[in-house]
T-cell receptor, first 115, second 112 residues
């Protein structure tokens, strides 16, 4: 168990550019989540996958945001035409699909700074 | 999802026992109570989860009264490394289509 891995850990981009973050969940975890966290706030839910199916998207996920999990393993989160308000830490998490006592494991996050 | 309320911040001295209480008056029958710890620039880390009474693991204890409308995270003999933000979450154990909803958490500062 190597934990949830996110890449890159830090990204600085100019406003208007596109960025993509990658998440590798814990192996055999079929659920994968993306969250966003700004300074002083708790993580906010963005979207969730069950295997390759994207089952829920938050209203926070504007049309500039897209997430994929093509083979039910790793996932990518792309932000198009970045804005300064997109600056945040983007967290990926995964969990097993068990009936009780699920624990969601988070990665270390990917910091985005839009200048 | 049941809403949770917890203190914004707490201070404690090293070596003390710290108790952080979370209020969740609208907790549902199927809801579990889960606590996460987050250090700056890191993702949240699972600490403990419980449904009722008391749960203990190697890092913390979780006390849940019979009415389950509140819970208390207990950290024994804290050290400086326990300085972090602690989040209380309530939701079904089978997260299914349900996402975790974080509040602003409790910022715990340990004083030498």
């Amino acid at each position: 168990d190597t934990g949830v891995s996110q890449d890159p850990r830090h990204k600085i981009t100019k406003r208007g550019q596109n960025v993509t973050f990658r998440c590798d969940p814990i192996s055999e975890h079929n659920r994968l989540y993306w969250y966003r966290q700004t300074l002083g706030q708790g993580p906010e839910f963005l979207t969730y996958f069950q295997n390759e199916a994207q089952l829920e998207k938050s209203r926070l996920l504007s049309d500039r945001f897209s997430a994929e999990r093509p083979k039910g393993s790793f996932s990518t989160l792309e932000i198009q035409r970045t804005e300064q308000g997109d600056s945040a830490m983007y967290l990926c998490a995964s969990t097993e699909d068990r009936a009780t006592g699920n624990t969601i494991y988070f990665g270390e996050g990917s910091w985005l700074t839009v200048v | 999802l049941a809403k949770t309320t917890q203190p914004i911040s707490m201070d404690s001295y090293e070596g003390q026992e710290v108790n952080i209480t979370c209020s969740h008056n609208n907790i549902a029958t199927n809801d579990y109570i889960t606590w996460y710890q987050q250090f700056p620039s890191q993702g949240p880390r699972f600490i403990i989860q419980g449904y009722k009474t008391k749960v203990t693991n190697e890092v913390a204890s979780l006390f849940i009264p019979a009415d389950r409308k509140s819970s208390t995270l207990s950290l024994p003999r804290v050290s400086l490394s326990d300085t972090a933000v602690y989040y209380c979450l309530v939701g079904e154990s089978n997260f299914g289509n349900e996402k975790l909803t974080f509040g602003t958490g409790t910022r715990l500062t340990i004083i030498p």
